[in-house]
């Protein structure tokens, strides 16, 4: 995965490189597995993208959550990969996922606590 802070830059590389992957998956049969994890992995980074435009704080929050949700469902699909199969992409994508739920469970806690400021401090 590239090295970037940008999230959206993030997220999108790794929607790319699980595309790349799930080719592999359908070319192998996989086709189950294939489709739920390509749905998840490439939805996380069009949430965060679609975050970037929220209308306020409490809608960008919620598509954040729904980003964060993604990558977890997206973590459960590469493990479930990883019991089952030998390819040496799952172990990359784990990491790469990882370092997702992170850095949104971090934005999601900044804006958590950003929202729960009295209004006279924004």
């Given at each position: 995965?590239?090295?970037?802070?940008?999230?959206?830059?993030?997220?999108?590389?790794?929607?790319?490189?699980?595309?790349?992957?799930?080719?592999?998956?359908?070319?192998?049969?996989?086709?189950?597995?294939?489709?739920?994890?390509?749905?998840?992995?490439?939805?996380?980074?069009?949430?965060?993208?679609?975050?970037?435009?929220?209308?306020?704080?409490?809608?960008?929050?919620?598509?954040?959550?729904?980003?964060?949700?993604?990558?977890?469902?997206?973590?459960?699909?590469?493990?479930?990969?990883?019991?089952?199969?030998?390819?040496?992409?799952?172990?990359?994508?784990?990491?790469?996922?990882?370092?997702?739920?992170?850095i949104l469970a971090r934005s999601?806690?900044?804006?958590?606590?950003?929202?729960?400021?009295?209004?006279?401090?924004?």
């Amino acid at each position: 995965m590239e090295t970037k802070t940008n999230l959206v830059g993030l997220t999108k590389s790794f929607a790319i490189e699980a595309i790349l992957f799930n080719d592999k998956l359908q070319k192998d049969k996989h086709f189950t597995i294939s489709n739920q994890f390509s749905k998840s992995a490439t939805s996380i980074g069009a949430n965060v993208f679609e975050a970037q435009y929220a209308e306020s704080k409490r809608d960008f929050l919620h598509k954040m959550k729904i980003a964060e949700k993604e990558a977890n469902e997206t973590s459960y699909w590469l493990d479930i990969l990883a019991s089952t199969t030998e390819y040496n992409e799952v172990k990359l994508l784990q990491g790469d996922v990882t370092v997702i739920q992170k850095i949104l469970a971090r934005s999601i806690q900044t804006v958590k606590r950003k929202l729960e400021e009295p209004a006279n401090q924004h």
